[in-house]
């Protein structure tokens, strides 16, 4: 169908030809296309030559219809007509229907805005054949066509009434409305347009805050969480270095910490959560909101557009959810603060007493920790004391043993000598710097040979203990 289409096409305006005619080379035009291009180019020497093969005539050709052309032009254009009435369907329920049709009515094609009419492809042809009606203006037929039409006066809704937000025609502008606020419906929509663009530019900007908001109130929820975990550890830590003594006491402080930290970081976390979710489903309408907009701008009706807009509901306003950024700091440090002064209330309550009276709960593991730290501080002591005792031996006689104080700081190893005349024991007296409570403790050495070449001592360390009072002792064979 399209090549024959072509062979019937003039090769100037690619138009169907009409009232066709014939070169003496053999190809044809339109009669004024041809005269129109032989006129413009009469300057070359009074030649004239074919548009197509650039074939010269002399003098200018008489032209004449081609009538074998022309008939075989309109046999062609019947079968178009043909077969597009047979491409007509007939209307089905939900489609509109050709006004002219008679009995079963045909689907409508398009919308006459000047004849208030849709029409088949059938009932269309006038408008594309006659010339009054050439200059009609058409438009896709559809369900919605009808609400165009103004139902008093049967004409075209042009013009939008402000004053009164309704569609009216121009018969009802000099009428009922006359003095009103008018606007072209076209204009009306430019406008609406503009307005939708800068709601659209303020539902942007709203879910830009407020994903910002969201994003903040998240750091906030994981700074909450962190500092909960953080005081948590810090609390365990100190514990850790006192769980061999009391380890009963502090798990069970732990728990009760951990406890409360965990309400307090539930609290914190859920009004960050709530004002999360309302911001969240706030996002969701405001993007459900910009989707119907974009919907709506993609309407080329000006009477759908309108309509659309006018159904669209107001932005709801900002709720209590979008919280400043220094609001969300000053939450944030001040449940941190709270954290903080709950874990220092609990390491007071836990650590207020001295260690001693921490220690006299556990009178027996107090001692034998104590035991086990001065013998190894007290082991290099001895040795000491021995060789100082070995010194002695050489410079006294047996019958004028000697007797010696000791003072010495165990934390700093420093001490010094007193030696004084007394029978075969070396007494020492040591003086501590209150090292673990201790206030003081002493130190006995016994020769257990005469000999002044050999010198063996048994050595006892004794202490009493600052909450029980009561002495303890060890003896240790030093050589």
């Given at each position: 169908?399209?090549?024959?289409?072509?062979?019937?096409?003039?090769?100037?305006?690619?138009?169907?030809?009409?009232?066709?005619?014939?070169?003496?080379?053999?190809?044809?035009?339109?009669?004024?296309?041809?005269?129109?291009?032989?006129?413009?180019?009469?300057?070359?020497?009074r030649r004239f030559s074919c548009p197509q093969c650039r074939q010269t005539f002399f003098p200018r050709p008489v032209l004449k219809r081609n009538t074998?052309?022309?008939?075989?032009?309109?046999?062609?254009?019947?079968?178009?007509?043909?077969?597009?009435?047979?491409?007509?369907?007939?209307?089905?329920?939900?489609?509109?229907?050709?006004?002219?049709?008679?009995?079963?009515?045909?689907?409508?094609?398009?919308?006459?805005?000047?004849?208030?009419?849709?029409?088949?492809?059938?009932?269309?042809?006038?408008?594309?054949?006659?010339a009054p009606l050439k200059k009609h203006k058409l438009m896709e037929a559809s369900a919605q066509i009808r609400d165009s039409i103004c139902g008093r006066h049967d004409k075209l809704l042009e013009i939008y009434c402000r004053t009164d937000q309704q569609f009216i025609c121009l018969l009802c502008l000099m009428g009922e409305h006359k003095g009103h606020d008018t606007v072209a419906v076209a204009e009306e929509k430019c406008h609406m347009q503009r307005q939708l663009e800068r709601t659209k530019e303020e539902i942007t900007d709203r879910v830009e805050k407020s994903e910002r908001t969201m994003e903040k109130l998240r750091e906030a929820a994981d700074v909450i969480r962190g500092a909960a975990w953080e005081a948590c550890d810090d609390f365990e830590r100190l514990c850790a270095e006192h769980i061999r003594l009391y380890v009963r006491s502090v798990e069970r402080k732990c728990s009760e910490m951990r406890e409360k930290v965990g309400e307090a970081e539930k609290a914190g976390v859920d009004w960050t959560d709530c004002r999360l979710g309302r911001l969240q489903r706030e996002v969701l309408e405001l993007r459900r909101r910009e989707d119907q907009i974009d919907r709506l701008t993609l309407t080329e009706d000006p009477?759908?557009?309108?309509?659309?807009?006018?159904?669209?509901?107001?932005?709801?306003?900002?709720?209590?959810?979008?919280?400043?950024?220094?609001?969300?700091?000053?939450?944030?440090?001040?449940?941190?603060?709270?954290?903080?002064?709950?874990?220092?209330?609990?390491?007071?309550?836990?650590?207020?007493?001295?260690?001693?009276?921490?220690?006299?709960?556990?009178?027996?593991?107090?001692?034998?920790i104590l035991s086990r730290t001065y013998l190894l501080t007290n082991i290099r002591v001895s040795m000491m004391l021995f060789h100082f005792a070995r010194l002695s031996s050489h410079t006294s006689t047996l019958a004028s043993p000697a007797k010696c104080?000791?003072?010495?700081?165990?934390?700093?190893?420093?001490?010094?000598?007193?030696?004084?005349?007394?029978?075969?024991?070396f007494a020492c007296l040591i003086e501590t710097d209150r090292y673990r409570g201790v206030p003081w403790s002493r130190l006995t050495l016994i020769t257990l040979t005469d000999s002044p070449s050999v010198t063996r001592l048994c050595a006892k360390w004794a202490w009493r203990g600052a909450a029980t009072g009561r002495w303890s002792g060890m003896w240790a064979l030093l050589i």
């Open positions: 169908m399209a090549e024959s289409r072509e062979l019937f096409d003039c090769s100037i305006c690619l138009q169907l030809l009409e009232d066709p005619v014939t070169t003496t080379c053999g190809h044809s035009y339109c009669m004024k296309c041809v005269n129109a291009f032989w006129d413009s180019n009469n300057d070359r020497g074998l052309l022309a008939a075989l032009i309109e046999e062609h254009k019947g079968e178009n007509r043909q077969n597009a009435a047979a491409g007509d369907t007939y209307a089905e329920p939900g489609d509109v229907q050709c006004d002219v049709c008679t009995g079963r009515k045909r689907k409508a094609s398009m919308f006459c805005l000047v004849c208030l009419a849709s029409y088949c492809e059938t009932h269309l042809k006038p408008h594309y054949e006659v009477i759908q557009f309108l309509q659309g807009f006018q159904a669209l509901d107001h932005l709801p306003a900002l709720t209590a959810s979008h919280e400043r950024i220094d609001t969300l700091t000053e939450f944030v440090t001040a449940q941190k603060k709270k954290l903080k002064n709950m874990c220092d209330k609990k390491k007071s309550e836990l650590f207020s007493r001295s260690e001693n009276n921490l220690l006299s709960d556990i009178p027996r593991l107090r001692e034998e104080v000791l003072r010495l700081s165990l934390q700093t190893s420093e001490w010094r000598w007193i030696p004084t005349q007394s029978l075969r024991v």
